[in-house]
C-alpha cells in the first residue's frame, strides 16, 4: 500500500509539472519567433508530438535502472563531486546538438584521426564525465544487457547528479534511444559560447525553443562546479583581440581572478583549474556551499566569470529575471531550472524504432 501510495504521488507531481511545462512552451513558442520564425515553434511542435517518452519506460524490460543508476552516482559523487557539474554540462551540449541521442559520447571516427567529432568540437575539449557515464552504463549492462541506452542513462545521471549537489529533483521520462553517429559541424555551428554577447545567447537558446527566463535559469546552472580557466583566460589579457582585459571587469575582481587562473609562480602560461561562482562571493560569504543562488547574486555584483554570464545583466529583460533570481530562498530559481531541464531533456529525442541502444556508450552499434 504505501509503495502505491507513493507512486501516485509522483505521477501527479510529474503530471502537474508537465502540464505547467507544455504551458511554458506554448509561451516560448510566440515569444521566441522573431529570431527563427518558422524553427523554434515547429521543432517544438513536433517534438512535442512525436516524442513518445515514457513515465518509467523500463519498468518491464529493466525495472532495476533507475535504481542503479542512482546508487552509482551516489558512489561516484562520494569521490568525485565535480561529477555533477561535468554531467551537466555534458547533457546539456548533447541535447543542444540535434538532440538528448548521446551522440556527444560517440567516438564514430573509428581510428581515423582526421574524422572529426563532435566532442572535440566542444571549446577546447573541456568535456568531461565520459569515464563515469562508461561506469554507469557498465553496471547496467551487468544486469540488462543491450536494454538501457546512453541517452537516458546520461539523463538520469545529471539529474541525479544535481540532486546529490543540492539542486531539485526533477522528473525524467524515459526511452530515448541513441544516434548512430555524432554532428562535428552542427557542434561548432551551434553551441552556445564563453565570449557571445547576450544577445547572441539568447538567440542561440531560442532555436532550441528556449524563452528568455528559461535561458537566464539554464545559465544558472554555473552555479556548481568550476569555470575552467581556459573560459576566462582571454578576460583576462586579450578580451575580443584588445589585447587588454575586459573593461567592464572591476580591478579589483580583476585581479581575483588573475590569482585563481594564472600561475605566476611558473611561466605565465600555466593555467589553473578554474574557478568557482562561489568563490567570487567568498568575501561575501560564509557558508552554504552547493547548489543556490550564488550565481545570481554574483552578476548582480559585477562578478560574472565569463563574459557571456556578465552578459545577463547587459540588457533589461534579462537583468530582471538575474534580480528575481537572486532575491528569494532559492525556490524561484529551483522550480524554474528543474522545468528547463525537463524540457531540454526531451529535445529531439529519438524514441520508438527510430535510434539504437549502444552497449558502448562511445561506439556505434553497427548493423548491416
Ligand atoms: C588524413 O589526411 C591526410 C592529409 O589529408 C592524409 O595524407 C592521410 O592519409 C589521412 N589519413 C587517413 C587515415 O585517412
Ligand atoms: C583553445 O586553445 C587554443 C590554444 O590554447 C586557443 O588558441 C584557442 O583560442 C582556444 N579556443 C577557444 C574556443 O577557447
Ligand atoms: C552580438 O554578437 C553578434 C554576433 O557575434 C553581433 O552580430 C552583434 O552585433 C552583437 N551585438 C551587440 C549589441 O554587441
Ligand atoms: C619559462 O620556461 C622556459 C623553458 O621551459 C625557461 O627557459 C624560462 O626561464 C622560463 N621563464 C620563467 C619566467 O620562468
Ligand atoms: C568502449 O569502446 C572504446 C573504444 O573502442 C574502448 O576504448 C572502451 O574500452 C570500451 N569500453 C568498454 C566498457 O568496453
Redesign the pocket.
Same mark, same amino acid.
Given at each position: 500500500m504505501p509503495s502505491s501510495l507513493n507512486i501516485w504521488f509522483v505521477l501527479v507531481v510529474s503530471i502537474s509539472v508537465l502540464i505547467s511545462w507544455t504551458s511554458l512552451i506554448g509561451e516560448g513558442g510566440k515569444s521566441s519567433a522573431p529570431s527563427a520564425p518558422g524553427f523554434s515553434s515547429v521543432s517544438l511542435a513536433s517534438s512535442h508530438v512525436e516524442s513518445s517518452l515514457e513515465y518509467d519506460f523500463y519498468r518491464q524490460t529493466c525495472p532495476q535502472a533507475e535504481a542503479i543508476v542512482r546508487s552509482s552516482m551516489a558512489r561516484i559523487y562520494s569521490e568525485h563531486q565535480d561529477v555533477s557539474p561535468a554531467l551537466l554540462r555534458l547533457f546539456f551540449l548533447d541535447c543542444f546538438i540535434e538532440g538528448c541521442d548521446a551522440s556527444v559520447l560517440l /567516438?564514430d571516427s573509428n581510428g581515423d584521426k582526421n574524422r572529426s567529432i563532435e566532442r572535440q568540437a566542444i571549446p577546447n575539449k573541456t568535456l568531461k564525465g565520459f569515464d563515469q557515464i /562508461?561506469l554507469i552504463?557498465?553496471e547496467l549492462e551487468k544486469a540488462c544487457p543491450g536494454v538501457v541506452s546512453c541517452a537516458d542513462t546520461v539523463s538520469i545521471a545529471t539529474r541525479d547528479g544535481i540532486v546529490l549537489a543540492g539542486g531539485p529533483f526533477y522528473p525524467v521520462l524515459t526511452g530515448r534511444r541513441d544516434s548512430s553517429h555524432s554532428y562535428y559541424d552542427e557542434a561548432l555551428a551551434e553551441i552556445p559560447r564563453p565570449d557571445d554577447n547576450v544577445t547572441q545567447t539568447l538567440h542561440l537558446f531560442a532555436l532550441r525553443g528556449f524563452d528568455e527566463r528559461e535561458t537566464v535559469s539554464l545559465l544558472g546552472g554555473h552555479n556548481i562546479g568550476k569555470i575552467g580557466c581556459e573560459l576566462i583566460e582571454k578576460r583576462l589579457s586579450d578580451f575580443k583581440e584588445t589585447g587588454q582585459p575586459d573593461p567592464m571587469i572591476a580591478p579589483d575582481f580583476l585581479t581575483e581572478m588573475r590569482l585563481k587562473c594564472q600561475d605566476s609562480s611558473s611561466n605565465s602560461t600555466t593555467l589553473l583549474p578554474g574557478m568557482s561562482y562561489l568563490q567570487t562571493l567568498s568575501s561575501s560569504i560564509s557558508s552554504g556551499a552547493g547548489f543556490g543562488t550564488h550565481y545570481y547574486r554574483s552578476l548582480l555584483m559585477g562578478r560574472g566569470l565569463l563574459f557571456a554570464d556578465q552578459q545577463l545583466m547587459a540588457e533589461e529583460k534579462t537583468a530582471r529575471l538575474v534580480r528575481a533570481y537572486a532575491s528569494d530562498d532559492g525556490s524561484t530559481f529551483r522550480m524554474d531550472f528543474g522545468r528547463a531541464l525537463m524540457k531540454m531533456s526531451s529535445l529531439g529525442v529519438l524514441t520508438g524504432s527510430k535510434g539504437q541502444v549502444r552497449?558502448?556508450?562511445?561506439?556505434p552499434v553497427f548493423t548491416f
Open positions: /567516438d /562508461d552504463k557498465e552497449r558502448n556508450c562511445s561506439m
